[in-house]
Nanobody, 122 residues
Framework: QVQLVESGGGLVQAGGSLRLSCAAS????????MGWYRQAPGKQRELVAA???????NYADSVKGRFTISRDNAKNTVYLVMNSLKPEDTALYYC????????????????WGQGTQVTVSS
């Protein structure tokens, strides 16, 4: 019902920058929030940043001041600009979508993307 297409991951040297994009499409009635999570090998998945429909943002302490999340409501797309990247930012980054799909009464859904790899070399 909702498809998420992630892009923008890759290999970058420490101190470099990357921009991740996640475009949502399908039978979307409304979006409550979209965000990015990451999971490094051997670690639990953690929130990186999220943004609500009203534009409120939430960041992990480890990325505050370095990462910026934004969204284009017309395109149902969320972006994550990552600056001053560190080797510890290396992980698989997942896009998350929380919203309502079209249908009788509306159905609340929660979707995850397949992930895009970010690797930061020292």
């Amino acid at each position: 019902q909702v498809q998420l297409v992630e892009s923008g991951g890759g290999l970058v040297q420490a101190g470099g920058s990357l921009r991740l994009s996640c475009a949502a499409s399908g039978s979307i009635f409304s979006i409550n929030a979209m965000g990015w999570y990451r999971q490094a090998p051997g670690k639990q998945r953690e929130l990186v940043a999220a943004i609500t429909s009203g534009g409120n943002t939430n960041y992990a302490d480890s990325v505050k001041g370095r990462f910026t999340i934004s969204r284009d409501n017309a395109k149902n797309t969320v972006y994550l600009v990552m600056n001053s990247l560190k080797p510890e930012d290396t992980a698989l980054y997942y896009c998350r979508f929380a919203g309502v799909v079209r249908g009788p009464g509306g159905v609340a859904v929660d979707y995850w993307g397949q992930g895009t790899q970010v690797t930061v070399s020292s």
